[in-house]
């Protein structure tokens, strides 16, 4: 039976895979488009531009999910309790007490988000603190700790570089052979009209398989916080009962988007057919409460 140190080690082995597939891929991709183009100039641009964009929003996407998500900033007077439970665990788990900020909804959820350990963020819905008992919220609590203490928040940065660069290439090379480079090219090069096939495949397809490359390693990085959480708690079932009772209020989450719902410990959409559900960011909760609970404390 997997213990619950197992279960992490083999999810982090399993996120490390994916990087290195993904990275490989990313490069693969960069080659066939600048030999179908001829030129690496344009493709240097999309990386630099992707970069770019990908650390300003490491640095500052911590203040625009808090903005879009109208949370604000609780000190510990205004909740000793939830206060002293996020310190005992911060406590436990050798990481600074990270800024606590409440939303005003009554959908029980929670996310964690910040660059790095000294300037994070954990943040739950009045719902949440409503619908369940402290042992519960403590497993919640952990699991988003757990994130900020692996270094999710960069992971997440990094993959984000790595898809939208595959996005930014394939819509470069869509944009060369609408005003016909491909043409020009394959008139001066022998061979070039396999290399232009396999291009123009991959630009349709690349950004597909990057995304569900991303959701793979999101997947594996949500089951490794719930190993983590209840490594800290030392009761794998207070944070199996938290995902049961989040998973099965109906209630939707007002201030999610689809920008901010890979961030939460449970998917704020409800529903959604087998083709949406293919896409989530988040692996089906009944595996996430089958694991939990399928470990051992040693």
């Known amino acids: 039976m997997a213990t619950l140190y197992t279960e992490a080690d083999s999810n982090t082995q399993k996120t490390y895979i994916l990087i290195s597939i993904f990275l490989v891929f990313v490069i693969c991709v960069g080659w066939v488009f600048s030999q179908a183009m001829g030129s690496s100039a344009i493709l240097w641009f999309a990386v630099i531009f992707s970069i770019l964009m990908s650390v300003g929003s490491y640095w500052y996407s911590d203040k625009l ?3 879009m998500s109208n949370a604000h900033l609780v000190e510990f007077e205004d909740n000793k309790e939830l206060y002293r439970l996020v310190e005992n665990l911060c406590i436990t788990a050798g990481l600074p007490v990270p800024k606590i900020y409440i939303i005003d909804d009554s959908a029980p959820n929670a996310f964690a988000t910040g660059r790095d350990a000294q300037h994070a963020v954990v943040a739950v819905t009045s719902g949440i603190l409503q619908k369940l008992d402290r042992s519960e919220l403590e497993g919640v609590i952990a699991h988003e700790l757990s994130h900020i203490g692996n270094r999710d928040i ?3 940065t990094v993959v984000v570089v790595l898809v939208g660069i595959v996005a930014l290439l394939a819509d470069y090379f869509r944009n060369f052979l609408w005003w016909g480079g491909g043409r ?13 096939i396999v291009a123009i495949i991959l630009s ?3 950004p597909l398989f990057a995304m569900l490359i991303q959701l793979a390693i999101s997947r594996k990085r949500e089951f490794l916080a719930d190993a983590d959480g209840a490594l800290l708690t030392r009761y794998p079932d207070g944070l199996a009962s938290a995902l049961e009772k989040i998973s099965a209020d109906q209630e939707p989450l007002e201030v999610a988007n689809r920008a ?6 449970v998917n704020p959409f409800k529903g959604g057919n087998a083709i949406s559900k293919l896409f989530m960011t988040h692996p089906p909760i009944e595996e ?6 399928g470990m051992e404390i040693k």
């Open 65 to 67: 999910v808090l903005a």
């Open 154 to 156: 960069l992971l997440s």
């Open 184 to 196: 020009r090219d394959n008139e001066n090069r022998e061979g070039g009209n396999i290399i232009m």
């Open 204 to 206: 349709i397809l690349a």
């Open 260 to 265: 901010t719902a890979h961030l939460y410990i």
């Open 288 to 293: 996430r409460i089958a694991a939990l609970r």
